[in-house]
Each structure stands twice: as C-alpha cells, then as structure tokens.
C-alpha cells in the first residue's frame, strides 16, 4: 500500500517562506508524476505544480508560478515545493498527489496559513 505523508505547513506572515515535503512509502513501483494540490477555504480543490518522475518537467499554477519551486529526490521518493514570497490567499491545505503505474494516490494534507 502505497502512503504519502506531507510535512512543512504552519502559521507565517505575508512575503515569508514555506518548504514542504511529501515522503512515498511502501512497495516498489513506478512513479510517473507527483504533484501539489491545495484546497482554500470554501473552493474546489486546485493543481499547485506537478513535476514528472523521469526527465523531472514541470508544471506550475499561474497563481504560483515565480513564486514557488517543486524539485524530487528520486531516491527517497520524496518531493518539495519551496513557496516564497506567500500571500494570504495562498491559506489553503497543501496535498501530495502521486501518480503511479497502480494509481493515483494521496496524502493527508498539510496546513498552510498566511497571515497579512
């Protein structure tokens, strides 16, 4: 079974900075894509940045795109997403999406909270 487990969310003030982290556990398997969602207070669930397992392409909201980084580290299966410069309106939780030749699985979500 695969698990992601999403860390690095918390409480920062306007212009600062957040790191997150999403760590795949669980049998060996192929990854195709990993991924950053978010969902806001009141809005539908929305794709961050994706980044392919092979080739590492990537792929960014244009509501975070020159402001936030996603990079892999193939051998610890884990990704990140450097956020800086954070806005209020970036308040939403963070989720880790991987994509994988058995599916598509997620994490539980991390809290992101900008205050102005």
């Known amino acids: 079974q695969v698990q992601l487990v999403e860390s690095g969310g918390g409480l920062v003030q306007a212009g600062g900075s957040l790191r997150l982290s999403c760590a795949a556990s669980g049998p060996p398997f192929t990854i195709f894509e990993m991924a950053w969602y978010r969902r806001a207070p009141g809005k539908e669930r929305e794709a961050v940045a994706s980044?392919?397992?092979?080739?590492?392409?990537?792929n960014y909201a244009d509501a975070v795109r020159g402001r936030s980084a996603i990079s892999r580290d193939n051998a610890k299966n884990t990704i990140y997403l450097q956020m800086n410069n954070l806005k209020p309106e970036d308040t939403a939780i963070y989720y880790c999406?991987?994509?994988?030749?058995?599916?598509?699985?997620w994490g539980q979500g991390t809290q992101v909270t900008v205050s102005s």
């Open positions: 980044i392919a397992w092979n080739g590492g392409i990537t």
């Open positions: 999406k991987l994509r994988g030749i058995y599916g598509a699985y």
